[in-house]
């Protein structure tokens, strides 16, 4: 070793962001296989090409990565319904409506967001609650949304009596549940799991479906019934 310091060849450094980056996506696929309880740090710093210790100096414990990965996951759908929520101009029953579809959409584009939260939900959600709650996007969404709908509520839109936490709720389990248990819902109206265009369609008219029911439950008395939907031409039998 020279007087100056180590070689070229010696001398070794490390991209802070490429690192963290390698970590993310390893992790994405660990928890996606095994769950929250299931995956092994280790398995994701090995995968990530990097030293197990090594983890723990951009990430505080697992569940922080796994915040990070679903953070990760989610933040397109949140920045896109975030645009949705504030560019409208009046509260109505199309705004909600939207909002269901565009998460619908976001799910059927991006089925490892929903295996992750299912995940997450089987491990860890009946005790610690959702994995990004404080996220600052995620909470501000969340936020504008239970305004627009109790906008909507004042204006004679949607039932005054209903729980806007409720509302948004139940249309997030009924998108989830379909995209969690996918294949199920496929074979059992004589398609084909693996045939990718059949589940699209039979998703669409399961969404379609929803909506109507979902709407009819939540549309105040004295609200207009909007025409029904377009997007899908047959129906569930």
Not at 21 to 35: D, I, T, V, Y
Not at 105 to 121: G, I, K, T, V
Not at 147 to 173: M, N, S, T, W, Y
Not at 181 to 205: I, N, Y
Request: glycine share 8%; charged share 20%; proline share 7%.
């Amino acid at each position: 070793m020279s007087a100056t310091g180590p070689s070229p060849k010696t001398k070794r450094t490390r991209d802070p962001e490429r690192t963290r980056a390698a970590l993310l996506l390893a992790a994405r696929s660990e928890f996606m296989e095994h769950g929250f309880n299931g995956a092994r740090t280790s398995t994701i710093a090995k995968q990530a090409g990097v030293p197990s210790g090594l983890i723990y100096h951009y990430f505080e414990n697992k569940q922080t990565l796994y915040q990070a990965v679903m953070e990760g996951s989610l933040a397109p759908y949140f920045e896109n319904l975030h645009e949705l929520l504030e560019g409208a101009t009046s509260p109505d029953l199309q705004l909600l409506e939207s909002s269901i579809r565009m998460y619908f959409e976001f799910l059927q584009d991006n089925p490892h967001a929903a295996r992750l939260m299912a995940w997450w939900h089987a491990d860890e959600g009946w005790r610690r609650g959702a994995p990004i709650k404080e996220a600052e996007l995620c909470a501000d969404t969340q936020s504008l949304g239970l305004q627009r709908i109790r906008e909507a509520q004042a204006a004679g839109c949607i039932k005054p009596h209903l729980d806007p936490g409720f509302v948004v709720k139940v249309f997030v389990d009924l998108c989830m549940q379909w995209h969690v248990s996918v294949g199920e819902h496929v074979a059992a109206h004589g398609g084909d799991p693996d045939h990718a265009p059949s589940v699209r369609a039979l998703g669409e008219r399961y969404i379609d479906h929803v909506i109507e029911i979902f709407m009819s439950g939540v549309r105040a008395d004295s609200a207009p019934t909007p025409p029904p939907s377009n997007s899908s031409e047959e129906k569930l039998s």
